[in-house]
């Protein structure tokens, strides 16, 4: 089975902008959890989809928000751009409840 | 505070030495999760530990969750080059499918 994958895996953008990344689970999946990794914070959860429903969200402001997709790929959206949204997103997939996450590559986004 | 303590931050072990990464939880663990990430790459699964006393390994990697379930360890027999990384413990403390990590322990291996 091919892994998670995550799109665009670079990005550059400026203060203000807003940003949509991509995930697509591993086949089968049906739950999509995203992640902010910084090297102050560490990795941080953002959100998780569950057959189009986000079941759980983290401490992030309501600039960040995602939604999932009937065939359980997932978007995230990053509005209003600041310098601190500088990091490294990952994306996870699994089956379910207290399943085993498997991790995208990621998606390394620069705020300039 | 972290929910999650990984200690050490930083280990620097010689090639062919033994090594252990402690995680430590003051609340209840529903599944202990570790993964191993190369700079600014993905996370690779490891291991999923579940059940207090469970113990897992895989090639010359071993990991335990102790009868609490509040503490786990990750322990490598004959570490190799190919063992550096960080490595992160992953925690399902509420139940559900969110994940609280530790701050990682950067792992080097000399030659």
């Known amino acids: 089975k091919a892994g998670v994958t995550q799109t665009p895996r670079y990005l550059i953008k400026t203060r203000g902008q807003q940003v949509t990344l991509s995930c697509s689970p591993i086949?089968?999946?049906?739950?999509v959890s995203w992640y902010q990794q910084t090297p102050g914070q560490g990795l941080q959860f953002l959100f998780e989809?569950?057959?189009?429903?986000?079941?759980n969200k983290g401490n992030f402001p309501g600039r960040f928000s995602g939604r999932q997709f009937s065939n359980s790929r997932s978007e995230m959206n990053v509005s209003t751009l600041e310098l601190g949204d500088s990091a490294l997103y990952l994306c996870?997939?699994?089956?379910?409840?207290?399943?085993?996450?498997?991790f995208g590559p990621g998606t390394r986004l620069l705020v300039l | 505070s972290q929910e999650l303590e990984q200690s050490p931050q930083s280990l620097i072990v010689q090639e062919g030495k033994n090594l252990t990464i402690n995680c430590t939880s003051s609340?209840?663990?529903?599944?202990l999760y570790w993964y191993k990430q190369k700079y600014g790459e993905g996370l690779i699964f490891l291991m999923m530990?579940?059940?207090?006393?469970e113990e897992k390994s895989h090639e010359k990697i071993t990991a335990k969750l102790d009868e609490k379930k509040q503490q786990s360890s990750l322990h490598i027999t004959a570490s190799q080059p190919s063992h550096a990384g960080i490595y992160l413990c992953?925690?399902?403390?509420?139940?559900?499918?969110?994940?609280?990590f530790g701050q990682g322990t950067r792992l080097t291996i000399n030659p």
């Open positions: 989809y569950f057959s189009e429903t986000q079941r």
């Open positions: 996870a997939s699994g089956q379910g409840l207290q399943e085993t996450q498997y």
């Open positions: 530990l579940q059940k207090g006393g």
């Open positions: 992953g925690a399902d403390i509420g139940g559900a499918q969110k994940l609280v």
């Open positions: 609340k209840t663990l529903y599944g």
């Open positions: 086949s089968g999946h049906r739950s």
